[in-house]
């Protein structure tokens, strides 16, 4: 049956189903088209005893009947007072029926079947996604039950990703390559009896490649790679999440030695036991994975890996062992490894001799192997939209821009006062980056709305960062509360804008976190309240005393603040400084760091060159201070 049939059928079956809810309360419908005849031909008829019985409808002169022979009328009567004596006098049957019209109880059955009948489309309309599902994973073949697995399978042949594509990785892929030696070989460890372990736990930050690491052992060994998302496991259906595991397991029996790969494990295998009332369909899903896992012994040839980037708040019973008992990690890429992973993915891209990909790789701290690939991509798309035969350094630079700030919104019109109010903001954020001991350098300020945002202020790491100080938080929370101070100080405390909402969350952010996560508050002491698996407070009604919980509320409070003042002062006394800032972003649009200082340092903007030349700069990396709008 294919599906517009089934699609036809359901339909028909659904109304159907109406009808047979309805048609009792009309019962036209069942009677088929009533004669239409006068009043007079009616008395006529009632004299003559030809009628055998009526319907009167208490809200409506229309009547309908039934004749002797069978046949069915209808006529609309004047008002009669003795009309219903004439009708007993002559042994018509009368029936009356309250005001409702048929259609009346048509609709109103409509309305209270609604829920159900909505319910019923649900459920055809899921199991048929749940089937799509199926039908996409491309397991080949056959029917496709409810309960099939989404996974979708490569065989060997297509997997063309090796080790060579993986790189500034290197501790993670050597500690890989002994399942890539099982894998080709599993005979060689059955006969000596060693144990090679079945599950393995990628955990890292997106885009870092844990995918492409899994991949690579899988193109690699030359065995296929079933890949699926933990969020694929979790349906509404209690149930479906473990039969689907049930099926992917099953599967990749039959196609070992092989590897399967569940991204976002997180998704099912948080922990169960959180006290906020079970999810019974994860938990299913999650114990069907643990009996798979224990069901299938070493030798098998079945490897799992698993990818997450929070292994904090997995289920204990997952990491026990022969579950997921190795853990690998997949780190942000150093310096050397940036300029490896650029290396690899210009292999195919013809460079301008002007481009080092060292300085790159020193200007990109903090960007994942993910993001250096799209960097890398952006550039090439750049110098091909100038018809240029190579991707030059002012490509890396441009595209840079785009990877960390988003694309320029230039068609977005904003007015005079709008540009103005962001003006000032952004100089604000730009100025306290100045002022604030342990900054990351300003490398860029600007007005022209890129992303979600109206204008930003980019700062940079200057390196790797491993670690960070109290001072550099507190002057992030400051930096963070520039844009509504200079607002506040230039514009009145009552046309401050909505422009600074991403801002304060930041700042909120940090300072409850040196609250409740790093120890540092005098007050709450070196204690922590931070559960990594909710972002925030531990379950407050057994771990944290009222007291104690409002003791973080008022220090949160008291950090930012105590900035907050700080930073008007600053501006107030700098107030000179940050106008001429302002003024000279909305002259330029966009400022450097560098001209942000020189403007600081009351010196003359130097403009000869378009910015975009200037490559002593070339710096990237960090997360840049923007403004929703
Ligand atoms: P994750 O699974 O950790 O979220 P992915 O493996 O999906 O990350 O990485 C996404 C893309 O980023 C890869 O397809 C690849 O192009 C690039 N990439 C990430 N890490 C690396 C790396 N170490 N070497 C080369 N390319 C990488
Ligand atoms: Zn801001």
């Known amino acids: 049956m294919n599906r517009n049939t089934k699609n036809i059928l359901s339909w028909i079956f659904l109304i159907g189903l109406l009808f047979l809810i309805a048609a009792p309360f009309d019962s036209k419908i069942l009677g088929g088209n009533p004669k239409e005849i006068t009043y007079s031909k009616f008395i006529k008829a009632v004299s003559a005893g030809d009628v055998k019985e009526v319907n009167i409808r208490n809200t409506s002169s229309k009547l309908t009947g039934v004749l002797n022979d069978g046949s069915v009328f209808s006529t609309i009567t004047p008002y009669d007072a003795k009309m219903v004596e004439k009708l007993l006098d002559n042994g018509v049957e009368i029936k009356v029926e309250s005001g409702d019209s048929g259609w009346g109880y048509l ?60 790189a500034g ?9 002994e399942i890539v030696d099982f ?20 955990v890292g930050d997106p885009g870092n490649g844990k995918t492409l690491l899994a991949k690579a052992i899988a193109g690699e060994a030359g065995v296929p790679f079933f890949s699926i998302s933990g969020s694929d496991f979790v349906e509404v259906f209690v149930g479906v999440g473990a039969s689907r595991v049930r099926d992917i397991f099953e599967t990749a029996k039959k196609n070992s030695p092989c590897i399967i790969f569940i991204d976002e494990i997180d998704a099912v295998g948080r922990r169960r036991d959180s006290g906020r009332g079970g999810n019974d369909e994860r938990e299913q899903t999650l114990n069907q994975l ?14 799992v890996l698993a990818a997450t980037n929070r292994a904090d708040i997995l289920d204990p019973a997952l990491l026990r062992p022969g579950r997921f008992d190795r853990r690998i990690t997949v780190q942000y890429p150093d310096m050397n490894g940036r300029e490896k992973i650029l290396t690899v993915h210009t292999k195919n891209v013809p460079l301008s001799p002007d481009v080092d990909l060292k300085t790159v790789a020193r200007g990109t701290p903090g960007f994942s192997g993910a993001e250096l690939a799209n960097l890398v991509n952006e550039a090439a798309l750049l110098a091909a939209r100038d018809d240029k035969l190579s991707v030059a350094m002012k490509d890396f630079e441009l595209a840079k821009d785009k990877v960390i700030m988003g694309a320029e919104r230039k068609s977005m019109s904003m007015t005079d006062e709008e540009k103005r109010n962001t003006a000032y903001h952004e100089a604000g954020h730009a100025l306290i980056a100045l002022l604030v001991p342990q900054c990351d350098p300003i490398h860029k300020v600007t007005i022209i709305p890129r992303g979600g945002a109206l204008g930003m202020v980019v700062r940079l790491p200057e390196k790797d960062k491993v670690s960070v100080t109290k001072t550099e938080l507190l002057s992030n929370i400051r930096v963070s509360l520039g844009g509504r101070a200079a607002e506040e100080i230039f514009f009145g405390q009552d046309n401050i804008t909505t422009g600074a909402s991403s801002d304060l969350k930041q700042a909120t952010d940090v300072a409850k976190k040196m609250v409740i996560k790093w120890g540092m508050s005098d007050k709450i002491g070196l204690r922590t309240f931070y559960d990594s698996a909710d972002g925030y407070y531990l379950d407050a009604s057994d771990q944290i005393s009222q007291n104690t919980s409002e003791t973080i509320d008022s220090e949160v409070k008291a950090i930012i603040e105590a900035a907050y003042a700080e930073v008007k002062g600053m501006i107030t006394k700098h107030k000179k400084k940050l106008e001429r800032m302002a003024l000279s972003l909305l002259e330029h649009e966009t400022l450097t760091g560098d001209e942000v200082k020189r403007i600081f340092e009351g010196k003359k903007l130097k403009r000869a060159a378009p910015i975009e030349d200037d490559l002593d700069d070339f710096k990237l990396g960090g997360l840049p201070t923007s403004d929703e709008e």
């Not at 990785?169 to 390559?177: F, N, P, S, V």
């Not at 009996?291 to 030798?299: H, K, L, Q, R, T």
Request: aromatic share 10%.
């Open 107 to 166: 609709v109103s059955a409509l309305i209270q079947w609604f829920p159900f009948l909505l319910l019923i489309g649900l459920m055809i309309y899921s199991a048929r996604q749940m089937q799509g599902g199926g039908k996409g994973g491309g397991f080949g073949g056959g029917a496709f039950g409810i309960g099939k697995s989404k996974a979708k399978m490569f065989q060997p042949k297509k997997i063309k990703i090796t080790f060579a594509d993986v």
């Open 169 to 177: 990785i290197d501790e993670a892929k050597q500690e890989l390559e």
């Open 183 to 202: 894998l080709k070989a599993p005979q060689k460890y059955q006969r000596l009896g060693g144990k090679i372990p079945r599950g393995m736990l990628l």
């Open 290 to 303: 643990l009996v798979e896992m224990d069901g299938f012994d070493e030798n098998q040839g079945v490897i």
